[in-house]
Structures are given as C-alpha cells and as structure tokens.
C-alpha cells in the first residue's frame, strides 16, 4: 500500500531467512541522506543467522514479488517461503485491521536445471518494474532506452541497485556466486544494458511465471 509496507516486506525477507525463529521487532529498515540502513531497537546481542537460502535476486512489485533462491538446507525454500508469506500477511492484517489470506494460493515455483534459463533470470528478475514505466518490453522492443535504464536505477524495490554496487539492501541478497557469473559489478552494468537491448525473452518461456 505504501514504502512502509515495502520496507517491511524487505525487512521480512532478511529477518526470516533463518532456521531460528523470527525476531521481526528487533530493527528496521529506513532511508538516511538517501543511503538505506538498518537500525537496532533493542540493543542486545543478536546470535549470527543460520541460512535457510540464499536470496540471489529479488524484485517487489505493487501486488507480486520474484525471488531467485538457492536452497542452503533441505526444504529451505519451503521453509522460507511459508514463514515469509505467513509473517508479513500478519503484519499486514494487524495494519489494516483485515483477515483472511493476503496472497493468491500458493506461491508458484519453478526448479531451474538449464543453466541457459539460469543465466537469464536475474536479468528477467529486474527488468521486471519496466511494467510501470515501459510494458512494451514484454513485446520484445524498448521506445527510450535511457529512460527504462533511468528507471532501473532509481527504483530501489529490487536487488538491482546492490549488483550495480548501489548500497541499497546489501545485507538481503548473497551476490558473490552471481557476480562472479557476471565478471562483477562493472559487467553485470554492461551485461544488464545488452540483455535490455536484445530482450531475450524467447530464452525463459519456460520458467515464466506470468
């Protein structure tokens, strides 16, 4: 509905990236002199995260979110995403004084094992928020490329800023695996630019959820 509930959901995907139970009021996420940092509510020594994924990339929408998960245990996708979909549909009824599910049925998901769909995704993943300024781009074609680069890089709902090496919501994601992928944060900004240019869309129908 507003940033307040996307810094929380944001919050939500660190905090319940764990095996322990969740602690969702000991900090929060805020924005300072434009950079987004973390503050601590209760001042007490918080025991280091057991991971249940890694979170590669993300992308929140107005009403959906992508996630690209690598599974740290067995059933860690499962477990996080039961306890992420659960926890912020209770924080969001208790806000708005509503009941009842919050998301559509079960989340959809889709294993990867090709690595050509792989080495897409991220791509996919963050070009998504063009929806909003840019929905030819699912057509395969882009009007203004320097505008839909420019929104890119402004919009701080997504993993995007982080690999371009743009502090947004560095301590989300665990980036190392694909940046080495992508010859770091300089090629992934070239990389990004070229897959815009070529849309290779064709290459992921088959892991496309939409």
Known sequence: MNDKDRYRFIHDLFEFNDESPANTASYYFYRQSGVIARRQIEERERKPRKL???ILAFCLMLNHYHL???PRIENG????MKKLNMGYARYFNEKYQRTGALFEGRYKSVLIENQAHFIHL???IHLNPLDLVAPEWRDRKINNLGKALNFLNEYKWSSHLDYLSKKNFPSVTQRDFLLEIFGGEK???NSIKKWLKDLSLERMRDVILE
Not at 77 to 80: G, I, L, T, W
């Open 52 to 54: 249940l994924v890694d």
């Open 68 to 70: 690209l998960l690598s």
């Open 77 to 80: 996708v499962s477990r996080f």
């Open 122 to 124: 991220p791509y996919y």
């Open 187 to 189: 090629g992934y900004k």
